[in-house]
């Protein structure tokens, strides 16, 4: 076993079985959109690879579905250390890309007629701005928008300075991509959310993470056996950010680099309870079974139909019904996918942790306890 470290965590390496624990992960819990999900494919590149010899079993493509955060286990907790401000991240790495481009973010003179603001800290407005503060204010009077059906306008009101953002012309765009907006902030990144999910566009890029809003309904078109055929020939002729934002794009650009660089992938699935997490793992899989097919130019195996299958298993003894979502899993998963050097998946491991044990003898009032005790009944 060979032992690494990047940043403040640790890595351990497995050179035998090619399995790497990946634990820089992003988690939503702090975000304001009750159903958000993050989505975001790593590679790892802890030993150099052969160059000549082809191994007899390609690197693994995993998937990591976490649910909660513990607060008992302290390997767990040295685990999950970075799952706390994914809003930080997203904004800062943002950030960084547009500094590199040459643009620093800061608002023209003449687009100074809008300014972010929050009255209460925790829901934004864009407002418009009369006219620029005074130098060494610490205040600013806006107009609020005008609420729908009312007469008057809106007037106007002091907030402080340091309860604004300053507003960039790209904020009004429905970019498919985050990393697009200059001077990106939470208020911009919450309104591009929200302008998309409106036009039932769940799905938005923010550089290599995918996020997506659950919209608590079925979405004609959106996923389906056309859907990956479209996606996997766009897959092999396009980037992955030239693609239109899609959960099958992460487990596209997986399944390619797996094949192409003989390097273990993982697709990382966070978010808090509702955010759609179980539906992306499940997604994901199929995009990567239909892959193994495509990709091999073989006809799918049993190990693929047993793959399928063991989904329905691992609901029943380990989801359960919550306030916030009648299907919440109560379990974190590991799902390790082995591929031979066609790209043909030829195996599967799951591994489980952090089981909600206390559900079995007590459930709070309004949920149940696990969808097999009721389906024995």
Request: net charge positive; with cysteine; proline share 7%.
């Amino acid at each position: 076993k060979k032992k690494c470290y990047h940043g403040q965590q640790h890595i351990q390496h497995n050179k035998h079985t090619l399995h790497n624990t990946l634990t820089s992960l992003i988690s939503s819990d702090s975000l304001h959109p009750p159903s958000l999900t993050t989505t975001h494919p790593l590679s790892s590149k802890l030993t150099p690879k052969p160059r000549l010899k082809v191994p007899d079993l390609l690197p693994s493509t995993s998937l990591m579905s976490h649910t909660k955060r513990p607060s008992t286990a302290r390997r767990s907790s040295v685990l999950l250390k970075s799952l706390m401000s994914p809003l930080d991240n997203l904004i800062e790495s943002a950030k960084q890309k547009r500094l590199e481009d040459g643009d620093n973010g800061v608002p023209k003179k003449e687009d100074a007629t809008h300014i972010w603001a929050t009255l209460d800290g925790a829901s934004w407005q864009l407002c418009s701005l009369p006219s620029p503060p005074e130098p060494g204010a610490d205040t600013v009077e806006v107009t609020l928008p005008q609420v729908d059906g009312a007469s008057a306008p809106t007037p106007p009101t002091v907030v402080s300075l340091s309860m604004t953002h300053p507003y960039d012309p790209s904020h009004s765009h429905p970019h498919p991509d985050a990393s697009h907006l200059n001077n990106l902030h939470e208020a911009p990144l919450l309104y591009l959310l929200l302008r998309r999910f409106s036009n039932s566009d769940i799905y938005t890029l923010c550089g290599d993470v995918l996020i997506s809003v659950n919209p608590y309904r079925n979405i004609e078109g959106l996923y389906g056996d056309e859907v990956i055929k479209r996606v996997w020939e766009e897959g092999a002729v396009k980037r992955f950010r030239d693609l239109t934002p899609h959960v099958y794009n992460v487990a596209d650009r997986a399944y390619r680099t797996l094949t192409s660089r003989f390097e273990n992938q993982s697709c990382i699935i966070s978010g808090e309870s509702g955010a759609g997490k179980t539906e992306a793992a499940k997604q994901v899989m199929k995009y990567l079974i239909s892959a193994s097919t495509m990709g091999s130019g073989g006809a799918a195996t049993a190990v693929q139909g047993s793959l399928v299958s063991s989904n329905v298993i691992l609901e029943a003894f380990g989801n359960a019904k919550t306030l916030r979502n009648d299907n919440s899993s109560r379990f974190g998963k590991y799902i390790k996918l082995m591929y031979d050097p066609s790209g043909r998946l030829c195996g599967a491991a799951t591994e489980h942790f952090l089981l909600e044990k206390v559900r079995l003898v007590a459930a709070d009032s309004g949920e149940r306890n696990y969808h097999a005790f009721y389906q024995l009944c």
